[in-house]
């Protein structure tokens, strides 16, 4: 798993089947040069298109704060749930299509032809109470729509993806954005998980004002791919608090969960008999996932099941849970991992319109990360030394590999050389309740 080292040795036979491969791919990586979309976009620009359309967000995130403005928050843990209020311009469709995220060639980015921030203001917890309040007045139905990104998703990732739904929605519910810290790297799953845990007291934290928030009458979650975990867990430990879950929560959308079908079982249960909709989006071929269940030792994930097959289509007959299967989709997504938001289906569930084509990741996979999940099996697919080893000659040639490879290695490294320095010493990276005589 991440900042883990694997004890075992790669043979001889491993590194033959790779040989092949990483010739092929660094050919590949020579052909196509270092090109990649800009990162650190997140610099508010002037308002300058009048053609543009703009979506004001709620952001609440677990991420820390970032040093540079342009960055925002980083994918390491904060001590505590920060707040902002951001605002994300749309060009017009133009010069792009629906489901898409029009990410600047260059930058600065330009609101005509780009995505584009034009306002990013920190907020206390009392000013997203107030942000919340004021918004959620001016939606007909005083609803609320939360979105939870996945695994592999910087700051910017899940910022402009969540506002490119909520423009190509015409969702008409106050935006909130949970994101929660993700190092946006393959080689990074092992801490993305964990990560999801450490959210998991925060968003309930967050579902909680929502129930007991007598403005807010409606709430709607769409959570994808990890964060499906993230989101079951909250509203499972809320409903056991609470002694079930309110009535106001209405939709639950579970896109590409990447969750054991056994721990859904037991999740859904403890929430009791009155939970809100589920509707749960499926891919046999779904890759991603075809992974995950490799780390997770062979168990079946959610979004990867066949429904039709006992006992699933039984369990979820008898769980009131809708299974919309899209494996006979044809998706633009090479890991086939998000292929649901073409279900027109999820136009009934949060009453707005959602065209084909539409992915929800933005997974930074670079060549290297490629080769590793195919080449060399679970553990060291998931940030061991052994997996950073065979990556490392694509991290020379090819972009995404390099920052993810690199990002990697200073893990690896720090982790050993920090142990002298933190030993007997607090984890100050915990929430503030828990941070109590740790040495700053």
Sequence with gaps: MGGVLTTGVISKLEVGRTTNALLVFALVGLLFGCASRPTNVLLPVADTSAS?????????????????????????????????????????????????????????????????????????????????HATVRKSPDHSALVFIHGFNNRF?????????????????????????PSRGSTLAY??????????????????QYLAHDPEVKEVSI???????????????????RNGGLPAKFKNVMLAAPDVDVD?????????????????LFVSQDDRALAFSRRVWG??????????????YKEELASNNVTVIDLTKVKS???????????????????????????????????????????????????????????????????????????????????SQSSKKTNAGSKNCNLPAASTKGCRK
């Design 190 to 207: 092992g801490y993305d998980r964990e990560s999801t845990n450490y959210t998991r007291d925060a968003l309930e934290t967050l579902f």
């Design 52 to 132: 543009s359309s703009k979506v004001e967000m709620l952001v609440t995130t677990t991420r820390a704060r970032s040093d540079n403005p342009a960055e925002m928050y980083t994918g390491e843990r904060g001590s505590a749930p920060s707040f902002a209020d951001v605002t994300v311009s749309i060009p017009p469709a133009s010069v792009r299509k629906v489901g898409e995220v029009a990410w600047p060639k260059k930058l600065p980015s330009n609101p005509a032809t780009d995505f584009a921030v034009v306002k990013a203001e920190e907020l206390t917890r009392d000013g997203a109470k107030e942000w919340l």
């Design 332 to 414: 633009g997504d090479s890991l086939n991992h998000g292929k649901f938001a073409s279900s027109p289906q999820i136009v009934q569930l949060i009453g707005a319109r959602m065209a084909a084509g539409q992915t929800l990741t933005d997974s930074r996979v670079g060549l290297g990360d490629t080769i590793v999940q195919a080449t060399t099996g679970a553990a060291s697919a998931a940030g061991s030394a052994a997996g950073l080893v065979i990556a490392a000659p694509v991290a020379m040639v090819d972009q995404n590999t390099r920052e993810n490879y690199g990002n990697e290695v200073e893990n690896l490294t720090g």
């Design 298 to 311: 062979n168990i079946p994930r959610l979004g990867s099941i066949d429904p039709e097959q006992a006992p």
């Design 156 to 180: 910017e990732d899940s910022l402009y993806r969540f506002a490119q739904i909520a423009h190509d929605t015409g969702t008409d519910s106050a935006p909130i954005l949970v994101t929660w």
């Design 263 to 279: 721990v859904f079982r037991t999740q859904i249960a403890d929430m009791g008999k009155q939970h809100p909709q589920f509707t």
């Design 222 to 240: 769409l959570a994808h791919s990890m964060g499906n975990w993230l989101a079951l867990e909250s509203l499972r430990q809320m409903a056991i």
